[in-house]
């Protein structure tokens, strides 16, 4: 235990904080805020050199650390292991296996054994009990033993709780207490707070906290207070877990639409046609949704998300008919094309399928088309279109959306795209329609559409 008067805790668990304090940075900061941060004055400045130093008497909460704008305090950490209390021991001799402990038990660590060898008695699960001495308080015969560590927990008198609005989240209560699962952390406001049934009330908790968040209250409010974070905590979690479960669902769809998108494909590349051919697929979406989703699901509600779906671009050269002349090479915006005489041309990784080279190429040798997903009153295709000369299209950004983040401005091949203040400009007159800002907005605030 620390002296109830002095500011300073000395933690049950040992700590030792190495820090590093760049004193080039210090100087340039005239406020200070990580003095004024820590909780127990262990950060000052030293009188004989003026520099900024930590006392021997910091628990490592960080706070200098995130207090400091310049970046200059580093922190490492290195804590001892809890002090846990001793797995209740049971005198099977005393234990009349009447389920007492096993009913109280909050964790199911203790069951019954009958094996014949001993006489009917209560064990406990040394890897899930958490010492919360439930099952000593409710033992009728005094079977079993607890509390070598800790005081005993008793069910009446007073509990401690947290005063989250006095805490300031340095954890050093998580830190010090040295009851498994007595103190836990909110998934909501991110903050510590007590479970009164595996409170042993040790108070270490309570003298190492630095704000004077942690004191005694009434049970009855003390289970008031940890039923209501808990039940945030719970409905966080079902949340969390729903909204999991619906990024699964995404990219199980995702998949589905490639399947369905590449079957499909390959029944286009044996068709012969000079500019559009489609293909319903409200059978082949179903099949495949009800094998990846395992749900009846009405392909109504994919209409907007086949529209969003965005085009698979292709760019081929034919080699039969390629002279290797270099004419396409002149018009490529991002010299994706390679030439090797009296070879064909190839195409690099790089293009970006404007189809200016399909425009230029007077031998018909390079092909270049699109394969996507739309909807059509109830019903979904899959479709193909080539591409006959430069892509045009109307260029359209929801201006909702766009955060001006500017990573379509970076990479936009032909800067067509500005960023002016927060607005993003564009430039009709340099735009090839490549579709790469479409492509990489992180937040499809881009659409071209209106390919013509």
Known sequence: MIDSYTKTPRPLRHVDVDYVIDQTRCEDCKDKPCLGSCPIDAIYIDNEDG??????T???CVLCRNACPHDAISLDVHMDPPLKENVPNINVKLCKACGACVQACKNGSIHIVSDGKEIPHSEIDKDTCVRCGYCFRVCPTDAIKYGELLPRTVKGGKAIVVNQDNCIGCMTCTRVC????AINVARTNKLPYINPGYCARCEECMHSCPSGAIKYSSRKKAYKMYSEIKSFDIVSGIVDHDMKLLSLDLISLNKVLQKVGRATALEFDD???ENFVEHKVNDDMEKELRISLDSNIELDNFTKLFGSYLMDRNIEVYENKCIACGECINVCPVDAIELNGP?????????VYCGKCVGQCQFDAIGAYDDYFYSKDADLYYARSYLHDQ???DF???????????????NCPVEALTLNGDDIEF???KCIYCRECEAICPLDAIRIVNFR
């Open 427 to 429: 430039d009709s007159e």
């Open 343 to 351: 070879n064909p041309i190839r195409i690099e990784d790089n293009c």
């Open 391 to 393: 892509r045009l299209g």
């Open 178 to 181: 040295p009851s498994m699962g």
């Open 58 to 60: 910091c628990f490592g």
């Open 271 to 273: 068709l012969s046609f």
């Open 396 to 410: 359209s950004l929801s201006s909702t959306k766009c955060q001006s983040c500017a990573i379509c401005v970076k």
């Open 51 to 56: 520099f900024v130093k930590i006392r021997n």
